[in-house]
């Protein structure tokens, strides 16, 4: 590469460093301090400091304090409260439809279940599925299991794997027989960013239900669920919030489907009166019935820090910085790995692309594994997909600029 394009690259890089009103935020998390550079914020966040001091509190103080009397003062109510949280900062849903429950793939399970059977009941020719075939894995086992378990059918929407489900694919695939949609927001492979607003419509005029998959943009690309008018919605809380590994998912049901979707995994927690122990299980009213047993408490207090940073930023900012930190990725990608022969598997087009982006060339399973070794953390996605995650709160320029040419060193090692 030549010592101009390098200084030249460095000099933006400091540039956009020193412009970027959410730079601040970057020492709020553990490791900002070392040289690690990293880049996979998309499949487990950094942890915030302050999540330090929390969960070591809320194990002396509120675990050990309180013990069983936790329960009445404040767990009980704390996935609808995390819930309405993550909707008022980063899903645009009003209070009283977000809660936090199970992991994604057994949220996607029960509303996709619950959408479903109250489209059968309605119209018994309802009965297709349809889904992307470049979906992320637990989508699309999860859409199979169903239909075989429903009598239903799976419809497969072929996408180009550098893309995703778009307008077109989609009005091609629905019709008078479509029961419920599930889609990606933003695909994990190739970040496309889907038309939210646009395939709500197309789907629900079809006189489909449309779940969405946060789980790429949650906390990254601002979504506006109760605006788009959406039926369903599940995502992650352990990408772009923070919550740790394993930390449980999110699922939205609108207000005016609540009372008419029952989930199939019908346990206390989602009965009419908790603690009545009554003889047989009746939903009970609101978000409420979406949720099956007692709530995973430890695994959702660590995404409350990412939230207070999300509170003081905005959504807004935190997509602006998102779309200049891919922009500059793609940019110093153009420069110093296009000649490698380095490929952008992602959308040019920043309106059509999420908070990842993905370069490919044949060597990169091997060269992310010499990266690992050097404390430079992306991810790989096959066919050969090096995946940039930029999560906004936590990463510089800089460090985009220096994990990119490490990825060039690596190259031309394997190469
Ligand atoms: C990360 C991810 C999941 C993960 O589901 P888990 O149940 O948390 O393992 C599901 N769907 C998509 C699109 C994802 O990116």
């Not at 460093?17 to 730079?23: Q, R, S, T």
């Not at 299991?145 to 072929?158: D, F, K, M």
């Not at 906390?219 to 590994?245: F, H, I, M, Q, R």
């Amino acid at each position: 590469m030549s010592t101009d394009l390098t200084a030249a690259f460095a000099s933006e890089a400091a540039a956009l460093d020193a412009g970027d009103p959410l730079a601040p935020h970057r020492d709020a998390f553990v490791g900002a301090e070392t040289p690690l550079l990293y880049f996979d914020g998309n499949s487990l966040g950094r942890p915030p400091r302050a999540t330090a001091d929390r969960l070591a509190r809320f194990v002396t103080e509120e675990w050990g304090g309180r013990l069983i009397r936790g329960w009445d003062e404040s767990w009980m109510q704390l996935p609808f409260a995390i819930g309405d949280r993550i909707g008022a900062l980063a899903l645009g849903a009003a209070p009283g439809q977000t809660v936090i429950g199970d992991s994604t793939t057994v949220l996607l399970y029960k509303l996709l279940r619950a959408a479903l059977d109250a489209q059968m009941a309605r119209d018994p020719e309802r009965v297709e599925i349809v889904v992307g075939r470049d979906d992320f894995p637990t989508d699309r086992y999860l859409v199979e299991g169903i239909a075989a378990e429903r009598g239903a059918r799976v419809v497969w929407v072929e996408v180009d794997t550098a893309r995703g489900v778009d307008a077109t694919l989609l009005r091609a695939a629905v019709g008078p027989r479509t029961a419920v949609v599930l889609l990606s927001h933003v695909s994990y492979r190739s970040g496309f960013l889907a038309d939210g607003p646009e395939l709500t419509r197309i789907a629900q005029d079809a006189g489909g239900f449309v779940l969405w998959d946060l789980c790429h943009s949650a906390g990254s690309v601002p979504v506006e669920l109760d605006a788009w008018g959406v039926d369903l919605a599940v995502g992650c809380t352990y990408k772009y919030l923070n919550g740790g590994p394993g930390s449980p998912a999110f699922a939205y049901v609108a207000a005016r489907h609540q009372d008419a979707l029952v989930q199939p995994v019908q346990g206390w927690m989602g009965a009419a009166d908790v603690f009545s122990m009554g003889p047989e299980y009746r939903p009970a009213a609101g978000m409420r019935r979406f949720l099956s047993g007692t709530p995973p408490v430890l695994g959702m207090i660590a995404m409350q820090d990412t939230l207070d940073l999300l509170e003081t930023a905005g959504i807004a900012a935190v997509r602006r910085k998102s779309v200049a930190l891919t922009e500059f990725a793609l940019r110093v990608s153009d420069g110093i790995l296009a000649p490698l022969g380095v490929r952008v598997a992602s959308p040019r087009d920043a309106a059509e692309r999420g908070g990842h982006v993905t370069l490919s060339h044949p060597a990169m399973r091997a060269v992310t594994a010499r990266l690992w070794t050097r404390d430079v953390l992306p991810d790989y996605r096959d066919p050969g997909g090096l995946r940039i995650g930029l999560s906004p709160l936590s990463t510089s320029f800089a460090e985009v600029l220096t994990g990119l040419g490490a990825v060039a060193d690596a190259l031309r090692a394997e190469i």
